[in-house]
């Protein structure tokens, strides 16, 4: 048994036995167990155990997470001979391709089953039920490298020729030994038939198999737990080896409670009289029971804060691991990364603690507040290896897969979504989301596909006792009662049939029941806004440079790229001041558009005065709506549905402002009342089937739906302004409630939009995995997980964007087109695959082979020479266009 090795250095030969590594990542899961921490008493309470029951159990589950190395197959890997096989008989060789060592693990499941039966004292053991309540936590810690490996039937049977006796007597000696060191006390009722309990082991499945990865991580660093081939006693290494893991969880923050400070009052902790918003959340009553709020208000109210302060009373309550708050987009999640490291370090966390929080996007790398803080080399893309330093925020960041783990977390919304999605290393992210307060923000730009996924989200959260907040400003009266429904099922309270329609509202849903209340809305974020429509483009662009010559500053939203440029050279042409017309679309490299956003937020930022404001003129697309905290004096925006349009206007007179453009104090606007003016087809009562298309094809191809730009412009027409946040309610229903009125001719192409809503829910639904069915094979109806190859889709698309990266030359070689960055990510643009990547002129093989043995990180991404392509071009003015046919 001592002589089977579990890891060699490749390069040393140097090797670690087997009995030693598997006690390693045992040790490593006992300390992550900390009976006094959440992580423990919360699997202690979902399984009715005591925490030190819980702790010993799962430890020994994690201590044979390795049992496929004891094959003779495995071991004959090594081309040294630490195993001594001699005299016994050898196996079938390892083929990694047909079962890897972690499916090869099944071949002792029996024997476990057979130990453990043995060691119970009670007669009446019923092994089958025994089988059905520990599978899912074996399926669990045999899964350690981050995918299911469940091996039953006919591939156990075949799986046996990579085996031999000697093995499983080898086998049966480990397990006595580990049984020896921890004497695990399995209760009475593991060994009859109780289908409660057994799906209450595969719910719980999940998160052990997180702590089994975690541990497998963390047990097989060597700085840590260094190689040992010489025998001394097992029980004197446990001791040892427990002392090691103790040393890498304190020094890295693993699974550590947030030390919340005590959440006196709100004014104290921000500084400033809440409004009535925040005044709620400082007084809602609190259970210990999973909560839903849902805080609805206008953009500015001060939602954060009011978001923040939940969570901060729940950590005092019921000592949440930590939270993670998720945006829509990476744009508004580094602004919100910057406002909460800023409460984190003076409000919430004790300036003492060791405490991690992290930024949760793909692009976090690129973030210069969080390379800061974490130190991160990033122009070190030549190296393929991982990592893992002592520091703690290095050490959570230097995976996306393990970002979570960090106390406090801001991310994209898909970082949490991905947890509930088959993707290899899932278990670790959900892990991370266990014991801490979701707080999630803009909730009302999810489609029906991350609806869904969302809801899946809240079903495992909420069966693990967490609790959630949703920030929204428009939320849809059937959307927000499918959400509080879902909610309500999930912990067992009466099902609420209507619910309050007012607005401002602020909603708890727990244990008590579902609680609204209206509130006050902040004077200071009341506005009417002007609404006048525009038909003709021309006649928008005169509008813009006559506007723009006059001093005034002013932005165009319009609805796809290729306009946006069009527009954007008409007019530039025509301006006094060129230098401040700006284009600002999707399809510029991360780098530009970096630039940009900060010449628009110079320009047009809360610290910006008439000296800069003036003349400024930006043509932007959606992603000006959905990144940018920065206001206008005047606004066009090309029609859109009415929820798109409320985040248009909200960056209209956004920051309120006196006669020289400085942010007003007084909370009196010198500026002209504010009006928006919407580009838009003549308005016509009984509209054609091409009312939209016929001069508005690129609305129709990204809204879809006629009607509701139709209805949209219905109700604008009618009450000739919006009232924020007066008729914020009446706004959204006039579009998307379920009594409105579609004109015929509108009605089958919305009908397609709404069987594209159906398609959507069902194909979120058949991608997300099955939480009850437990870490396995089973929990994907397809049974197919992603490797790291793939990444599961958080989001729908029509559409299969590719990144593309932007390349020039010097001196005759490609380099990135900022060649002065060396990420390649800065050089990046996002297009779409079948209309334009695969249309881009392909480098020559040798070029590509230079290309990628100087940057090995691009091997995968398509690289693309824009100066030698006659189709297409890139300019950091422009970005990505299509260029003009030469007559």
Known sequence: ??????????????????????????????????????????????????????????????????????????????????????????????????????????????????????????????????????????????????????????????????????????????????????????????????????????????????????????????????????????????????????????????????????????????????TDLQSWAERVKLVETPQLFILEDTTGSGKTEAALTIMHRLLNLNDSQGFFFGLPTQATTNAMYERVIKYFSNSLSYPTENSSITLAHSANSLNKTFISSINFDHNDYHSNEESILSTCHRWFSDSRKKILLAQVGVGTIDQALLATLPQKHQSL??????????????????????????????????????????????????????????????????????????????????????????????????????????????????????????????????????????????????????????????????????????????????ASDNSLRQHTVIIATQVFQESLDVDTDLLISDICPMDHLIQRVGRLHRHIRDENGKVNNDFVDKRPSPIVYIHSPIWDQNPSENWLSKDFLGTEAVYQSPARIWLTMKILIELAAIRMPKDARLLIESVYGD????????????????????????????????????????????????????????????????????????NGELVFYHDSLLHYEYSVIKVDSNKYAKNLLQPTDIDQQIFVKKYSATKFVQIWCHEEDENYGYESEVGFYVKEKKQ
């Open 1 to 274: 048994m001592e002589k089977y090795w579990g890891k060699i250095n490749s390069k040393t030969e140097n090797f670690h036995l087997l009995v030693y590594h598997s006690l390693d990542v045992a040790a490593v899961a006992w300390q992550l167990l900390n009976p006094n921490e959440k992580l423990c008493k919360d699997l202690a309470n979902f399984l009715g155990l005591t925490t030190k029951q819980t702790r010993v159990i799962i430890t020994f589950f994690v201590a044979l997470h390795d049992l496929g190395k004891f094959t003779d197959a495995f071991q004959r890997l090594a081309r040294f001979d630490p195993y001594l096989a001699g005299g016994f008989k050898k196996a079938f060789d390892y083929n990694p391709m047909d079962l890897k060592h972690d499916a090869l693990a099944f071949l002792f499941f029996e024997n476990i089953l057979e130990k453990i039966s043995f060691w119970h004292s009670k007669s009446n053991v019923d092994v089958r039920g025994l089988r059905q309540i520990v599978k899912p936590l074996f399926n669990a810690v045999f899964g350690h490298h981050g995918l299911p490996v469940e091996v039953s039937g006919q591939a156990l049977l075949n799986a046996k020729k990579y085996v031999n006796e000697q093995n499983f007597v080898d086998v049966n000696k480990f397990i006595d030994r580990v049984f020896e060191l921890l004497s695990p006390e399995f209760p009475d009722d593991w060994f009859v038939r109780d289908k409660e309990l057994a799906n209450k082991t595969k719910q719980i499945s999940w998160i052990v198999a997180g702590v089994a990865v975690l541990s497998d991580w963390l047990g097989s660093n060597t700085e840590y737990f260094s190689y040992l081939d010489k025998l001394i006693s097992l029980k004197k290494y446990w001791e040892l080896t427990q002392s090691q893991a103790l040393t890498a969880i304190r020094e890295i923050g693993l699974m550590k409670r947030l030390q919340a400070q005590e959440f006196i009052s709100f004014e104290k902790t921000f500084g400033f009289r809440p």
């Open 429 to 606: 992210r959900l892990l991370g989301l266990f014991g801490k307060v979701l707080i999630l923000d803009e909730i009302h730009t999810a489609d029906t596909y991350v609806d869904d996924l969302l809801k899946n989200l809240m079903t495992i959260h909420a069966s693990y006792g967490g609790s959630m907040v949703l920030l929204t400003a428009t939320l849809s009266k059937k959307q927000k009662l499918n959400l509080i429904n879902h909610w309500e099922r999930l912990i067992g309270v009466q099902i609420t049939n209507d619910i309050c329609n007012q607005f401002p509202l602020a909603t708890v849903v727990n244990g008590v029941g579902t609680i609204s209340e209206s509130l006050k809305s902040n004077s200071n974020n009341s506005r009417e806004i002007g609404v006048q429509f525009l038909h003709d483009i021309d006649e928008c662009c005169n509008f813009v440079i006559k506007k723009a010559n006059e001093g005034c500053c002013i932005v165009w939203i319009r609805n796809t790229v290729d306009e946006s440029i069009q527009a954007y050279h008409k007019i530039k042409k025509l301006v006094n001041m060129q230098d401040k017309v700006i284009l600002f679309h999707s399809r510029f490299t991360l780098s530009d558009r970096q630039l940009k956003e900060e010449l628009i937020h110079r320009y047009l930022g809360k």
């Open 739 to 810: 009594d409105v009125n579609i004109p015929i001719n509108l009605q089958n192409k919305d009908i397609l939009v709404q069987s594209k809503d159906i398609h959507k829910i069902n194909l979120a639904h058949n991608v997300s995995l099955k939480w009850a069915e437990g870490y396995s094979k089973r929990s994907v109806d397809s049974g197919n997980w992603l490797n790291d190859t793939l990444e599961a889709s958080t989001r729908y698309s029509e559409r299969d964007v590719r990144q593309v990266i932007v390349c020039k030359r010097i």
